[in-house]
């Protein structure tokens, strides 16, 4: 099915079951996606997983896409990866605003993230087990437009993750909740 909108621009799905993604307009500018459901009798079709032919559709039909909020526990790295793959010329290079949030996900997507998502303004990884110190240095390195960073639960974000951040001159919202030993000094 297909949603249609001559100039739709903003697409909230969240909290909507399915098992296929409609068709997307290319004029959307701001997606929000979730599939994090129960399965509990009322909605036994909830699924926890982004499937390839959905990733395909937001990744290729949406080139106006600058706002991605994805809340799912799988999707294919390969897709993703290859989205952000390519630096400044990559299709994730648009991007204004990523979040992403207790995902599973490789270090190969979030370094190709950190290279490819250049004119970030906002980015969210929340509770990310994936998200370390090398992923934060080469964000510093890349992405120096970022101004608003979500980090909660971010277990292996240590000083010298946050060392890499703070030379980021436009940054005026850092949220770093992080309960790990190696992050005692963070937390004061």
């Known amino acids: 099915f297909k949603i249609d909108g001559f100039n739709l621009r903003d697409i909230d799905l969240y909290g909507n079951y399915f098992t296929i993604l409609p068709e997307l307009p290319p004029t959307v500018h701001s997606l929000r996606l979730s599939v994090n459901g129960d399965e509990n009798p009322f909605e036994l079709v909830a699924t926890p997983r982004l499937f390839d032919d959905s990733l395909r559709l937001i990744t290729e039909c949406t080139p106006n896409l600058t706002h991605l909020a994805l809340d799912v526990n799988h999707l294919s790295t390969h897709i993703l990866q290859r989205y952000f793959a390519g630096g400044a010329k990559s299709q994730g290079s648009r991007l204004r605003s990523l979040k992403i949030c207790r995902m599973r996900i490789t270090y190969r997507v979030l370094f190709a993230i950190a290279r490819g998502a250049r004119n970030l303004l906002d980015l969210e990884t929340s509770q990310m087990l ?24 971010c277990r292996w974000v240590s000083d010298k993750g946050m060392a890499a951040l703070a030379r980021l001159e436009n940054v005026n919202s850092l949220i770093a909740r992080i309960d790990h030993k190696r992050s005692t000094r963070m937390r004061s």
Not at 130 to 153: E, K, P, T, Y
């Open 130 to 153: 994936s998200v370390d110190d090398r992923f934060l240095a080469i964000l510093g390195d890349n992405c120096r437009q970022l101004r608003c960073i979500n980090l909660n639960g």
